[in-house]
């Protein structure tokens, strides 16, 4: 689905209509946001960790590369690749022990491998003063996820 959004709060409320629709138990999940800088990735991210229950700051990973956050029935890592030249660098992240939460990645591009067993991917692009929005369901429960979204978005703007 692709959708425009018109400021940085309509990028929020993307990022809550995501969590309105996410299962309960989203262990193993991984959600990629690409886009270049300043395309709105990180209002994206934070929107959602303070959706999900957080009260607070949502640093950007840049230098830590993983943020952790240990919130209400989920852990939550934000991950920011953006300082990763080479997908084997992957492994000094400790990418395989980050299973047990959901993964949230900025800069997926930086290692393309991840597109594989991700389940979502928002790509967000520079549009008129707003973004482009386009999310696309990348696994089976993905998919399922991108048209529950859809469904509600159409129904809301008939109202
Ligand atoms: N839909 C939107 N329309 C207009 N501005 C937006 C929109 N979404 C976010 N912004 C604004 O764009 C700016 C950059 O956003 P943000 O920091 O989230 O981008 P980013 O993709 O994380 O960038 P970087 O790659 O540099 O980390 C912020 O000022 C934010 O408020
Ligand atoms: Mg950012």
């Known amino acids: 689905m692709t959708l425009h959004l018109?400021?940085?709060?309509?990028?929020?409320?993307?990022?809550?209509?995501?969590?309105?629709?996410?299962?309960?138990?989203?262990?193993?999940?991984?959600?990629?946001?690409?886009?270049?800088?300043?395309?709105?990735?990180?209002?994206?991210?934070?929107?959602?960790?303070?959706?999900?229950?957080?009260?607070?700051?949502?640093?950007?990973?840049t230098y830590t590369l993983v943020e952790p956050y240990q919130l209400p029935g989920r852990i939550v890592y934000h991950i920011d690749l953006y300082r990763i030249s080479d997908e084997d660098e992957l492994r000094y992240l400790g990418w395989s022990e980050l299973e047990d939460g959901f993964r949230l990645v900025e800069w997926p591009d930086r290692a393309p491998g991840l597109m594989a067993t991700a389940d979502l991917r928002l790509e967000l692009k520079y549009a008129d003063s707003g973004r482009s929005a386009h999310l696309e369901g990348l696994s089976e429960r993905g998919k399922a996820l991108v048209r529950e979204i859809d469904e509600s978005t159409r129904t809301n703007s008939q109202d």
Do not use: C
């Not at 193993?28 to 300043?38: H, K």
């Not at 934070?46 to 607070?56: E, F, Q, S, V």
């Open 6 to 61: 018109i400021d940085a709060e309509a990028t929020a409320a993307l990022a809550r209509q995501l969590n309105a629709v996410l299962p309960p138990d989203t262990a193993g999940w991984t959600v990629l946001l690409e886009g270049e800088l300043g395309a709105g990735k990180s209002t994206f991210a934070r929107a959602l960790i303070k959706d999900m229950g957080h009260n607070g700051a949502v640093p950007s990973p």
